[in-house]
């Protein structure tokens, strides 16, 4: 009888080469490849954070992105109840605004765009009170552009703390919190 630890030992002895030969032909077709340089992503513009920033803004993004699902859930099941409830997560409150300002200090136009994403929100929640599914579906959609739009313009860039004062300390224009 064999041991456990002999048929791992001829499981991988089996398992090698075709991993092997997987790796190659990745690396063959990867080096062959053309380097697009006009890619999109690649032309997002830098966001920079702290890390603390950025670990607390990729929360903030999955939760955003949770909220979405739970209004679908929402109105699969007509309770436009819980719908509001998640839309009023993506919307606008004074302590979002402060969050935005604070991290698009170092990219004001961030902090524009992302205040008015939060704003455009705010209409999920309305039309949820209304009970008007076609509406929740249109700002939602309205809504989905923002993200993406955002999503395609910015990227993290994780600085130290001496590149983020020198980067805030400059006067900038004021970025409003309220429409």
């Given at each position: 009888?064999?041991?456990?630890?002999?048929?791992?030992?001829?499981?991988?002895?089996?398992?090698?080469?075709?991993?092997?030969?997987?790796?190659?032909?990745?690396?063959?077709?990867?080096?062959?490849?053309?380097?697009?340089?006009?890619?999109?992503?690649?032309?997002?513009?830098?966001?920079p954070l702290l890390q603390m920033m950025a670990d607390?803004?990729?929360?903030?993004?999955?939760?955003?992105?949770?909220?979405?699902?739970?209004?679908?859930?929402?109105?699969?099941?007509?309770?436009?109840?819980?719908?509001?409830?998640?839309?009023?997560?993506?919307?606008?409150?004074?302590?979002?605004?402060?969050?935005?300002?604070?991290?698009?200090?170092?990219?004001?136009?961030?902090?524009?765009?992302?205040?008015?994403?939060?704003?455009?929100?705010?209409?999920?929640?309305?039309?949820?009170?209304?009970?008007?599914?076609?509406?929740?579906?249109?700002?939602?959609?309205?809504?989905?552009?923002?993200?993406?739009?955002?999503?395609?313009?910015?990227?993290?860039?994780?600085?130290?703390?001496?590149?983020w004062d020198r980067l805030t300390a400059a006067p900038?224009?004021?970025?409003?919190?309220?429409?």
């Amino acid at each position: 009888m064999i041991g456990s630890n002999a048929i791992w030992v001829l499981l991988m002895l089996a398992v090698e080469p075709a991993l092997a030969a997987t790796q190659s032909a990745a690396t063959a077709s990867a080096a062959d490849a053309p380097i697009m340089a006009d890619d999109p992503i690649e032309d997002r513009r830098p966001l920079p954070l702290l890390q603390m920033m950025a670990d607390h803004q990729k929360q903030m993004m999955r939760d955003h992105l949770a909220a979405v699902q739970e209004i679908v859930t929402a109105l699969a099941a007509n309770d436009f109840g819980a719908a509001e409830r998640a839309a009023v997560r993506l919307g606008f409150s004074d302590e979002v605004g402060r969050i935005c300002v604070r991290i698009g200090a170092a990219s004001p136009a961030f902090a524009s765009q992302a205040l008015a994403f939060h704003h455009t929100a705010d209409g999920i929640a309305a039309a949820a009170r209304l009970r008007d599914r076609s509406r929740v579906l249109a700002q939602l959609s309205t809504t989905l552009q923002a993200c993406r739009a955002c999503h395609a313009q910015w990227k993290q860039q994780v600085v130290d703390e001496p590149t983020w004062d020198r980067l805030t300390a400059a006067p900038r224009s004021a970025v409003p919190t309220h429409e």
